[in-house]
């Protein structure tokens, strides 16, 4: 395993650290940042978009957004409704997830926007 040298850690702080100031430059409050995360919400509904609760309930795959991730990724719902559970699927495996909007899976994927 190679192991990172002190100039790339500093490198990849710095980098943190000035991310995180230009979002607390764009979002100062939680006002703005709840108005951010609405914006965003309400453009990926009009891009095609759903709630994930409405979501395949028969185990069929779906694409999902999860918070916190800048991700698509394929999910499926298992069991019945209220009582069962998403899980991304991914390397043969499942993973627990908790998405908040899903989308068909597309047949042509030649225009998406990953």
């Known amino acids: 395993m190679k192991s990172m040298t002190s100039n790339a850690a500093k490198r990849i702080w710095l980098q943190v650290e000035k991310n995180r100031a230009e979002r607390a430059d764009a979002m100062p409050t939680e006002r703005e940042a709840r108005e951010v995360m609405f914006s965003a919400y309400q453009r990926l509904q009009e891009l095609g978009w759903r709630e994930a609760i409405y979501c395949p309930k028969d185990g069929s795959p779906f694409h999902a957004i999860e918070a916190g991730s800048t991700g698509i990724h394929d999910a499926v719902y298992w069991g019945n409704w209220q009582t069962g559970s998403w899980?991304?699927?991914?390397?043969?495996?499942l993973w627990p997830s908790r998405p908040i909007l899903?989308?068909?899976?597309?047949?042509?994927?030649?225009?998406?926007?990953?």
Do not use: L, Y
Request: net charge negative.
């Open 87 to 93: 899980e991304i699927v991914e390397a043969d495996d």
């Open 102 to 114: 899903f989308r068909p899976i597309p047949t042509d994927t030649s225009a998406e926007g990953n």
